[in-house]
């Protein structure tokens, strides 16, 4: 017999419990609401209505085509973890067949899909054995990520959050204040557990300012031939670059951090999306994640005083050009040997360590 999917709820409220003083504040689960919401494009509730089919189809068109917001390779890890879900759920009992979950009008309590492979605790609030190694944090974070994308993209259930009408449940069931405090308590529970704390907003201004003085020491900011060492010489880790790769990252992490965008978004800028004028650059993007329809509106970023140097894109993007001499095509160019970007129009990449 299939257990009700409601009974998750309820073990899911017992995985959540926290102490007095480490309580899951409401502005947690709002923070987290909308970096979630920021993930796919904007989709209130009268966008479903019958009446809105022209815009329903753009919509559509924007989320499955080449704007889906994912490379292949992470759609086919999402459709991985899609399956993963599904047998969890059917092994528990709580589900007969994936149509009884993932579909546009999922049951009321379909918010609490989260396999607690993460967690310390089973559904049953019992202790994992402690010889299995929970997973992280972060993929954590990737299989919400790929539930918000799946219900988005596959089921047409955009942006909205999840919530309760007249008709039934409506939204996103990955984006509900539900999934948002257990992904906040699992957060706490990993950081006070002394796993490494992650957060979107991890690099701070004391960051940026420590990196700043690290690079800009002599030794590492002189532009000259640089040999790579072995990553098995646990004396040179700090000899990862040049003096031209750390102007690349530092322009880098100050425009990512001041414009709010991912650092991805950062190294497809090309030379005609700046304009450069007195003691300011103006940034026009024709695209980003959050705004896959376009109408991004332009940044303008103006030089900071001597003492906010560390912060100063300005700075930073002048430095990397008047150095690289770069015209045309992308700023930020893949580094060749000798230390140099290589000639052809060829963006930097991002690797991302999980």
Not at 103 to 127: G, H, M, Q, W, Y
Not at 171 to 177: A, D, Q, W
């Amino acid at each position: 017999m299939v257990a009700p999917l409601s009974n998750l709820s309820h073990k899911i409220s017992a995985l959540n419990s926290h102490e007095d003083d480490d309580r899951i504040t409401e502005e947690e689960i709002e923070l987290d609401l909308e970096d979630e919401r920021a993930t796919v494009p904007d989709l209130v509730h009268e966008d479903l209505e019958p009446g809105n089919h022209e815009f329903m189809q753009t919509w559509k068109k924007s989320v499955f085509g080449a704007s889906k917001g994912v490379t292949d390779k992470t759609d086919g890890e999402y459709q991985r973890l899609k399956i993963q879900c599904t047998s969890f759920l059917i092994s528990s009992g709580l589900i007969q067949k994936e149509a009884d979950f993932f579909c546009k009008s999922s049951p009321e309590d379909a918010p609490f899909f989260i396999k607690p492979r993460c967690d310390e605790v089973t559904l049953d609030n019992k202790a994992q054995p402690s010889n299995e190694i929970r997973d992280s944090y972060v993929q954590a974070q990737k299989m919400r990520a790929a539930m918000t994308k799946i219900f988005s993209r596959e089921y047409g259930l955009g942006s909205l959050e999840w919530h309760q009408t007249k008709d039934g449940m409506v939204g996103n069931p990955s984006i509900s204040p539900e999934v948002a405090n257990y992904m906040s308590g699992l957060h706490h529970q990993k950081v006070k557990a002394g796993c490494e704390a992650t957060s979107a907003r991890a690099v701070t201004l004391d960051i940026i300012g420590r990196l700043y003085d690290f690079n800009h020491r002599p030794e590492n900011w002189a532009l000259k031939q640089y040999n790579p060492v072995s990553r098995q010489d646990t004396t040179k880790l700090h000899e990862w670059g040049g003096g031209l790769t750390r102007r690349a990252l530092h322009a880098i992490y100050t425009i990512s951090f001041l414009c709010l965008l991912c650092i991805d978004e950062v190294l497809k800028i090309r030379r005609s999306h700046i304009e450069f004028e007195d003691h300011r650059i103006i940034i026009t993007l024709p695209f980003r994640k959050t705004h896959q329809y376009g109408r991004v509106k332009p940044f303008h970023l103006h030089m900071l005083d001597e003492a906010d140097a560390h912060l100063c894109p300005v700075r930073a993007l002048a430095d990397w050009i008047n150095t690289t001499a770069i015209t045309e095509g992308y700023i930020f160019r893949k580094i060749g040997s000798g230390e140099w970007p290589v000639a052809k129009d060829s963006a930097m990449v991002c690797f991302v360590a999980i």
